[in-house]
């Protein structure tokens, strides 16, 4: 699949976790060239600017210990609506987060297109968590329990369906943190998890390359949800739960580069950029040299 044409949306929304900063994601990875860098790879862009959330006031709900979960599940609604569109308008959807709760409504908007949606989850956590695992309340630690149906009812019912996506349909790339709530689920629900032990056994070509051979033969398109914690803070500090151990930052592109071999990805967020806590846009240049492998960059 050669993509000719990519509309962008960002979601600043910090709402999803504690720290501030990641709202300022969408920017930082404007600011480091994604436009011009893709652009210089002949696909046309369409860039439509970032979802207006305001900085409402946050609001504890007395009924659960989900934080924000009213505004969480508003912006959520929002973008999942214009990922909709821009997939009826026959555009690849390019997402710019924003803490990764923000997942729930791309996966919400982009699901309902597919029969059987794939989910690359590249990511050091496994975003799990229900309110009852949740050590936190954080709901960035969610959003891919929410996608399988598991969750608040707020959260789990957006766009107005339930589930967006299988449990044999995912797989986890990157894992190095999970919390027993997350460990059990990937047990029951047989999860496909490459954690940093099967990358360090197996090399990142085996990991993709089983990656791609798994879902390409269960699903009818694949959507790509890359945390840039998901690398070693070395490569990409700017993140607001950084995990020590990592994907590298060359690992990382050959990950990217098999994918866009592969022709299997149909729709992809890059979140977790808090240029609060990078180094000189650190971490924001890396996600736009990953977009650029992801779309077809090639060094000859």
């Known amino acids: 699949m050669s993509v000719k044409k990519i509309t962008m949306i960002g979601l600043p929304m910090d709402l999803g976790q504690t720290r501030r900063g990641v709202d300022m994601g969408p920017s930082a990875i404007r600011y480091a060239g994604v436009v ?3 652009e210089r790879l002949n696909i046309e ?3 439509l600017g970032d979802i207006a959330i ?10 659960s210990n989900l934080k924000n979960l009213k505004l969480v599940a508003e912006a ?4 999942a609506h214009r990922v909709d569109e821009i997939i009826e308008s026959g555009s690849f959807p390019l997402v710019l987060g924003g803490d990764h709760s923000i ?4 996966l919400a908007g ?3 297109h597919y029969e059987n949606l794939g989910v690359i989850w590249y990511d050091a956590h496994g975003d799990l968590n229900t309110e009852e695992t949740s050590p936190s309340g954080n ?3 969610m959003p891919l329990a929410v996608s399988l149906g598991l969750g608040h009812e707020d959260l789990v019912n957006l766009h107005a369906y339930t589930p967006k996506i299988k449990p044999e349909n995912v797989v986890i790339i990157g894992a190095r943190s999970l919390d027993e709530g997350e460990r059990q689920l990937i047990r029951e629900k047989g999860i496909k998890v490459f954690t940093m032990h099967e990358i360090d056994r197996l090399g990142m070509t085996k990991v993709m390359e089983e990656a791609i051979r798994y879902l390409k033969d269960r699903t009818d398109g694949v959507h790509l949800s890359l945390d840039l914690d998901g690398l070693d803070p070395s490569d990409a500090p700017g993140v607001g739960t950084p995990v020590i151990g990592g994907i590298s930052y060359r690992e990382s592109h050959l990950a990217m580069e098999m ?3 592969a022709g299997i990805i149909t729709s992809a967020e890059f979140v977790e950029v808090n240029p609060i806590l990078d180094e000189r846009n650190k971490t924001a240049t890396v996600a736009v040299a990953l977009m650029g492998s992801l779309f077809g960059e090639k060094l000859l």
């Open 45 to 47: 862009v369409d860039d």
């Open 110 to 112: 982009t699901a309902k």
């Open 259 to 261: 994918l866009a071999e």
């Open 76 to 79: 959520n609604a929002l973008l």
């Open 103 to 106: 997942a729930i409504g791309t």
């Open 36 to 38: 011009e860098r893709l």
């Open 54 to 63: 305001g900085r409402p006031k946050l609001v504890h709900n007395p009924n």
């Open 139 to 141: 709901i960035h630690g």
